[in-house]
């Protein structure tokens, strides 16, 4: 028997998926893709939740992890997810501001 089971609904129907070692969804637009997958680690389900730009089917380097870790935290946390896309978000914020000159200056 499989521990882990996906299923997607489409226009054409259902179809669903099992794996035993691991198991990685994916639902995609043109303008970006949703990921999730989960594995067993350490005797507990993790999961990955990611976003990514296109319609890639899975990790691209330009994706943004929303959260890697048991499932068990995410569950029991309900605000982990809303943490830590807000950290996130300020951190990118901070990161990607170009330096200020000072009005006048010649550069």
């Known amino acids: ?19 035993h070692r691991e198991i ?6 043109f303008d970006g893709s949703i990921i999730v997958s989960m594995c067993e680690k350490d005797g507990k389900i993790h999961c990955m939740i990611g976003a990514q730009p296109g319609s890639k089917k899975y990790h ?29 978000l300020l951190e990118q ?7 200020r000159t000072a009005a006048g200056s010649l550069d």
Request: proline residues 3%.
């Open 60 to 88: 691209s380097i330009n994706g943004v992890c929303l959260f890697n870790g048991p499932i068990e935290d995410l569950l029991n946390n309900r605000y982990a997810l809303v943490q830590k896309l807000a950290y996130d």
């Open 93 to 99: 914020e901070h990161n990607n501001r170009e330096p």
């Open 24 to 29: 990685r969804a994916s639902a995609q637009s």
């Open 1 to 19: 028997m499989s521990k882990f089971y996906s299923s997607i609904q489409g226009e054409r129907g259902e179809a669903t998926r099992c794996g």
